[in-house]
Antibody, heavy 118, light 110 residues
């Protein structure tokens, strides 16, 4: 069965950096676009980044553009998110998800909490 | 402020039907048939319930249905059950490879 497991979330100071990972299993990872979505405490969802099957095409929302970098390693069935210049407003649960056609998120991981605070 | 507008709450009694709306613009909901709906129980990851306006992924009960008229999409849950109580989010493809979400609707089964 499809499994997505995020890791790497923790408490980090404003201005700091963090790298999240998402380990995929149960499907051919290289066949799917993948995305990162976040949810601030008590708030709604924000799909802020996705990456193509080969990793050649990436999308970023304005809220993270220039600070976050999405990448993937198809040999390792893994998705990554490098987060730099973190701000308090980046505090959220971060989910990785498998993108099905038509911009829908078919499978989600359990999420990892990133807290940005001094 | 979310790009798509949903009512904060909705409710219904077991066995009844409830409809949740999702209003956007001609640049998102009205312009593309790429509307999705997600169910999220407290402390859990969201689950895809509807994609491409009205299609159900395998395993989603046919009590869940989706539709669209103009710039407004709707999710209808028929034959309400206690386990349907959750937050529901709509999303839509928008211009420039962007996907936007609604603010979410909390469904209460009375």
């Amino acid at each position: 069965q499809v499994q997505l497991v995020e890791s790497g979330g923790r408490l980090v100071k404003p201005g700091g950096s963090l790298r999240l990972s998402c380990a995929a299993s149960g499907f051919t990872f290289s066949d799917y676009y993948m995305g990162w979505i976040r949810q601030a405490p008590g708030k709604g969802l924000e799909w802020f980044s996705y990456i193509s099957t080969s990793g050649s095409t990436m999308y970023y929302a304005d809220s993270v553009k220039g600070r976050f970098t999405i990448s993937r390693d198809n040999a390792k069935n893994s998705l990554y998110l490098q987060m730099n210049s973190l701000r308090a407003e980046d505090t959220a649960v971060y989910y990785c998800a498998r993108v099905r056609g038509s911009y829908a998120l078919g499978y989600w991981g359990q999420g990892t909490l990133v807290t940005v605070s001094s | 402020q979310s790009a798509l507008t949903q009512p904060p709450s909705a409710s219904g009694s077991p066995g009844q039907s409830v409809t949740i709306s999702c209003t956007g613009t001609s640049s998102d909901v009205g312009g593309y048939n790429y509307v999705s709906w997600y169910q999220q129980h407290p402390g859990k990851a969201p689950k895809l319930m509807i994609y491409e306006v009205s299609k159900r992924p395998s395993g989603v009960p046919d009590r869940f249905s989706g539709s669209k008229s103009g710039n407004t999409a709707s999710l209808t849950v028929s034959g309400l059950q206690a386990e349907d109580e959750a937050d529901y989010y709509c999303s839509s493809y928008a211009n420039s490879d962007n996907v936007v979400f609604g603010g979410g609707s909390q469904l209460t089964v009375l």
